[in-house]
């Protein structure tokens, strides 16, 4: 079943075209890693199936409805948003960082379950040492942690809730976490899509997309290439090769999908 449905998307800056894509969808309950190289338009992408860019009003639609429909406070307990940088500006104690993600909850029956959901998301991402920690004092991988739990909370009304109709934007969540954090984030996100969630996340490493996603969608200048299962991918690199300008090789051991250049870039 489709989710969200883009159609003629057409984002542009300074008469410049940030991002076009005359097509794609992103099915519920998968989740589509969105890879390229640097300046393809991948978090212009994010941005608009946030609801965030005016131009892209138009062009985006959740379950056949136009997203520009939506208020905010509908469209916060539908959708939840991790951007590359986000600075804790202010001191907070982690248990309070994550609560923030309750806001859209604050005059409806689901508040008296803050406390739940509270919990469990310290619990399943390993966050207790620190509940009452300033966030601040945190390495960067820790509070990235402090950060997907909040926008979980924001998606949970609470624990007995469905996450199907809902969707997770991440923009490059591996960043600052180490090899076991890594892994372990995307074995949370195969158990949410398993919840119903749809999430689309913005991948540096297109191995992990290979290895953890259900769609890849590869964008290369601004422009969307096409939409491929990782199995497709593995069997056909082609794409990849045209996407990056790089002779990609891809290898598979253990049912783990590896990527490695084959020639040599010269300056």
Known sequence: ?????????????????LLHIPHCTFTTAQHTAIIGPNGAGKSTLLTALAGGNRQSDPAIFYQHQPLSQFNTQTLAQKRAVLNQHHNIAFPISVENLIALGREPYRYTDNAKHNTSVINHLITQFQLEPYRHRNAQTLSGGEQHRAQIARVLAQLLPNLDSTLEGKWL????????????????????????????????????????????AHQICLLKNGNYYNSYPPQQLANNVQPLNQIYDLSLEIHIHQGAYSLYPTCTITE
């Open 169 to 212: 934007l991440l923009d490059e969540p591996t960043n600052h976490l180490d090899l076991r954090h890594q892994h372990q984030l995307m074995h949370s996100l195969k158990t949410l899509t398993a919840k119903g969630l749809t999430i689309i996340s913005v991948l540096h490493d297109p191995a992990l997309a290979l290895n953890h």
């Open 1 to 17: 079943m489709t989710l969200l449905t883009v159609t003629e998307l057409h984002i542009t800056k300074q008469q410049k075209t």
